[in-house]
């Protein structure tokens, strides 16, 4: 399989780059897993010695830590520094041989590659199914560029509108209050609140801060996401959301007919 690499034209205005892969004529079928390790591949040709880097949480993402590991007992990368976005993420770098440190030491970083649950067309994100949404936000947010990585299934035209989880983190102080406050907020767009639980034993989701996560379903679009964000977050109880915000300056998506590479 042979990725061209992408030719990047500076510019304010996004701009998109297709790269086919070999042989269309008799096209491979890839799953979701190989899809997501070719965006990881991708991203971490960004990676240059010397950076300090986010590293994200995920499916996605353990592809780029594991592959930035790779590289640095080849002796290709050198002088990383690694700021894990989660316990579980710390746990792979180690393993791997990333160097770690927090955003105490190094409160600005040159990189971020992390991947997403939804992506709209201007970049904006949803994460934080896999519960790290806050610790993401904070490293995310504190870095020169993010880099998201993902498969073509996670592409929509607005937030909420994969009919999945839009998670937001909260304290579990009466909880059940938090959970209907934020419902009744989205009434108009048929929202649904649940509180995220332990499938095998029922027990409330508990976050890497201790905390619990209410995961919001949407039946319609919840329009200004600006506005909704700044609603939710004026809500007591709540520590964080999982929409990303003019956060991401590169998306790459692997899909069947290649890797597509779009910047802000």
Not at 192 to 207: H, M
Not at 219 to 233: P, T
């Amino acid at each position: 399989m042979v990725l061209a690499h992408p030719q990047f034209i500076g510019t304010n205005k996004p701009k998109v780059d297709s790269c086919q892969m070999a042989s269309p004529q008799s096209p491979v079928i890839l799953t979701q897993d190989e899809l997501k390790k070719i965006a990881a591949y991708k991203a971490v040709e960004f990676v240059e010695s010397g950076m300090v880097l986010g590293l994200g949480t995920g499916s996605t993402a353990c592809h780029a830590v594991a592959r930035i590991g790779e590289l640095l007992q080849q002796g290709k990368l050198k002088n990383i520094v690694g700021i894990p976005t989660s316990k579980k993420t710390h746990e792979q770098a180690v393993s791997v041989g990333i160097p770690l440190s927090d955003l105490d030491n190094y409160p600005v970083l040159d990189l971020a590659i992390d991947g997403a649950d939804e992506v709209d067309p201007y970049l904006n994100l949803v994460k934080g199914r896999g519960g790290s949404l806050l610790r993401e936000k904070m490293v995310e947010g504190a870095c020169k560029k993010f880099v998201v990585i993902v498969d073509e299934t996670k592409l929509v035209k607005h937030l909420g509108g994969s009919g999945l989880a839009m998670p937001v983190e909260i304290v579990p102080f009466c909880w059940k209050f938090t959970l209907e406050r934020l419902r009744m907020m989205f009434v108009d767009a048929g929202c649904v609140a649940k509180l995220r639980r332990f499938s095998e034993n029922g027990e409330p989701f508990v976050t890497d801060n201790g905390n619990y996560i209410i995961d919001l379903y949407f039946e319609k679009d919840i329009g200004d996401l600006k506005v909704a964000s700044d609603e939710i977050l004026r809500l007591a109880g709540v520590v964080e959301h999982g929409m990303f915000l003019d956060m991401a300056t590169t998306l790459i998506v692997a899909g069947e007919l290649g890797v597509t590479v779009k910047n802000k």
